[in-house]
């Protein structure tokens, strides 16, 4: 055999640069299920389906296409359960000339790759991984000579590199982003007909996966009773049609709303089977639930870029929206990919705010009277799945105003959600969740009360705390932990302009009243 090439369980293109130059008479394909990367962190279930699932119709695909497939299944006889140790028994038995791999999304697996190669004194040739629009060497060149990083300025630069709504060198529409147009609540009517993302039922390989996951992950969170994620490039190009078709059009003005079905509203709570008592309309509005077929390569973020800008252009969508959406492809995917490549391993590791506590248990039950949590974890237990506003506005943000251990937090970000992938998570956890980076990627951090989330949600209406109140039985545990945060970490945000107008109204509290809100905090804590 001449070369090996090893295809990771996010790495389903069947043409990213790997192949460049594949000859199916000396070359052959190399995949391999392994216990360890669905207990590393401890993943739903709906995440590791939804990995095994695609990687056995990847497989198939490429042996439709001619290409020799060496794959390991979970079940096979003999499985080692890590990657390290099938790669090594595969070089064995199969003598490869090399190894070649497009660059790993996860930096411990690229270094137990290439570890591995060098240990079996086989040579890797390690490619770039032309799926992002901004290659390493780019970010590097954009980081460099400058003090401060901002999403804002990389995007600016993106826009202009791709002629992504552009006019010449000048945005469409005149203004770079519509910000300010995308943070539109739900009055008290809720979304009203939000239609049903399209749902893929499982086929008989997905079946299989979805029995084997019960079986050999029967402890692990989550639930498989709904799963309808793409697991093909077809199903993830029909679910790319169904959202610029029926959601995009929306999708800008509510991007940051949050909403949960009341009893009589558009549906009855039924019974206690987790998926079934969520409508799936509550848990996606309008978002696009692309991530995960994003993050495994089934789309091309071009393509996807590309069908919202020619939605906009046919007048199906507004322009705000449709920039809305793309920002977050062309500008936030690719900004943390850039710190994750540039930062690492170190990044990991940071806690700016040296924060302490461990994760509340509740975050793996949703067990807790704090009705927004529980919601959102409850949600994110049955579908593998919250927009971005919940989990950085209601599940980090708790986390973050408790003062939880940022490690500890990332392990939860990167076992909970179908699209986990440790170089998008990654950032963004530590980065712009939890302020661990010190504001290397946020400009300060994402701290708000409880009247944050009862302007963006109907959450508090049926909760026993009061988000107005920050002391008192019924105060509620966000507005107590918000205080306290600002005066917690007073001397660090009073040198951060951005933070200004909150540390000069927490400065407006009397004596007493931090007393009573520092001792609330503390017992609720405790
Ligand atoms: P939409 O709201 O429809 O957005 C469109 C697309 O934009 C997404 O599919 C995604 O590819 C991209 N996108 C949006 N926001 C971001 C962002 N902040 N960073 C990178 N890409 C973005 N996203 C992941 O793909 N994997 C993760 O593991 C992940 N972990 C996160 C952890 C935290 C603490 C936070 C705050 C955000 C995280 N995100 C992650 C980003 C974002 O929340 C998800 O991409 C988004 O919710 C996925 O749902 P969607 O496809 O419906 O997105
Ligand atoms: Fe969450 Fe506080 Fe609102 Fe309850 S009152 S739902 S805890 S924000």
């Given amino acids: 055999m001449r070369h090996l090439i090893l295809v990771l369980g996010d790495q389903l293109d069947a ?5 460049d130059g594949f000859n199916p008479e000396q070359d052959a394909v190399w995949m391999a299920e392994v216990a360890e990367e669905s207990t590393h962190v401890w993943s739903h279930k709906a995440r590791i389906a939804l990995f095994l699932s695609a990687m056995r119709h990847f497989r198939d695909a490429m042996i439709a296409r001619g290409r020799t497939v060496h794959y ?40 137990s790759i290439e570890k591995t190669a060098s240990a079996l004194g086989v040579p890797v040739e390690i490619r770039s991984d032309r799926h992002f629009l901004c290659t390493r060497e780019a970010f590097a060149a954009h980081v460099s000579g400058r003090k401060q990083l901002r999403m804002e300025y990389f995007y600016r630069e993106m826009r ?8 010449g060198d000048r945005p469409i529409g005149g203004a770079w982003n519509y910000d300010a147009e995308n943070r539109g609540a739900f009055g008290s009517e809720g979304p009203g007909q939000v239609a049903e993302p399209v749902a893929f039922v499982p086929d ?23 799963f309808d994620w793409p697991v093909t490039r077809d ?33 009855l709570f039924s019974g206690d089977a987790p998926a079934a008592s969520f409508d799936r309309r509550d848990a996606y509005l309008f978002h696009s639930r692309l991530s995960a077929a994003l993050n495994l390569k089934w789309l091309d973020p071009r393509e996807v870029i590309a069908a919202a800008e020619a939605a906009w252009r046919d007048g199906r969508a507004p322009l705000a929206g449709v920039e809305g959406f793309i920002r977050q492809i062309l500008g936030w995917r690719e ?25 509340p248990a509740f975050y793996w039950t949703g067990d807790t009277e704090m009705n927004c949590l529980s919601q959102v974890i409850r ?16 599940t980090g943000l708790y986390a973050l105003l408790l003062g939880v251990r940022p490690q500890a937090v990332h392990a939860w970000y990167l076992a909970v959600y179908v699209d986990a992938v440790e170089w998008v998570e990654l950032p963004n956890t530590i980065g712009m969740s939890q302020y661990g980076d010190g504001g290397l990627m946020a400009s300060k951090p994402y701290v708000a009360s409880g009247k944050y989330i009862q302007r963006m949600s109907n959450y508090c209406e049926r909760c026993r ?19 306290d945060f600002l005066m917690r970490h007073e001397p660090l945000l009073a040198k951060n302009p951005r933070m200004a107008l909150q540390v000069r109204s927490m400065k407006r509290l009397g004596p007493a009243e931090r007393e009573a809100i520092r001792a609330q905090a503390a017992r609720w804590r405790a």
């Fill in 235 to 267: 199903q993830a190009l029909a679910a790319l049609r169904d959202f610029v078709t029926h959601r995009l059009p929306h999708f800008g003005m509510y991007q940051d709303a949050m909403w949960r079905a009341r009893p009589g509203d558009r549906m």
């Fill in 15 to 19: 043409d990213s640069s790997a192949f």
């Fill in 379 to 394: 949600q994110t237990l049955a579908f593998g799945y919250a927009h971005h506003i919940q989990r950085l506005m209601v």
């Fill in 335 to 359: 900004y943390v990919r850039g710190i994750y490549g540039h930062f690492m391993p170190g990044y990991r590791d940071l806690n700016a705010l040296d924060a302490v506590e461990p994760l």
């Fill in 160 to 167: 202009r590199k791709t002629g992504v709504l552009m006019e």
């Fill in 72 to 111: 390991r299944r979970l079940d096979d006889e003999g499985n080692a359960g890590t990657l390290a140790a099938e790669l090594a028994a595969a070089v064995e038995k199969l003598r490869p000339g090399k190894l070649i791999l497009t660059e790993a999304g996860d930096w411990r697996v690229q270094a």
């Fill in 465 to 483: 705390f009061d988000p107005s109140k920050s002391t008192g039985d019924d105060a509620c545990p966000f507005t107590t932990l918000y205080w």
């Fill in 204 to 226: 008989a390989i997905t079946r299989e996966v979805i029995a084997l996951v019960e079986q050999r992950f029967a402890n692990h969170p989550g639930n498989l009773a709904g």
